[in-house]
């Protein structure tokens, strides 16, 4: 079985396919981070800060989202076609386990 996901080295993670894409958005919120640091070092109005709080917020959910979005398509699939009932219920266990931490 090609376990894609369960050992944090030497393995190819379900999201290698777009990493760097994920890279450019997490580099594009710490960005927006920073500018969350200039911001309340310049004193800007509260709800402005609140408002770009909220953009960033929905950014990291975006991405994690997805994240989950390809842990499913590659490495639960992998494990549904391995077809062994204890992989995969690791596999889902690992997903609702991450959707709870998510939540």
């Given at each position: 079985?090609?376990?894609?996901?369960?050992?944090?080295?030497?393995?190819?993670?379900?999201?290698?396919?777009?990493?760097d894409a994920y890279v450019r958005r997490l580099r594009r919120i710490e960005g927006q981070v920073r500018g969350l640091q200039r911001m309340l070092e310049g004193?800007?109005?509260?709800?402005?800060?609140l408002t770009q709080v909220s953009a960033v917020k929905r950014a990291l959910?975006?991405?994690s989202l997805e994240l989950v979005e390809d842990h499913v398509r590659h490495c639960v699939r992998d494990a549904a076609a391995d077809g062994s009932p204890d992989v995969i219920d690791a596999k889902l266990?690992?997903?609702l386990t991450a959707v709870k931490r998510l939540m």
């Open positions: 079985m090609n376990d894609c996901c369960s050992a944090p080295h030497g393995t190819t993670p379900g999201y290698h396919a777009d990493k004193d800007t109005y509260c709800i402005d800060v959910e975006s991405v266990t690992e997903v």
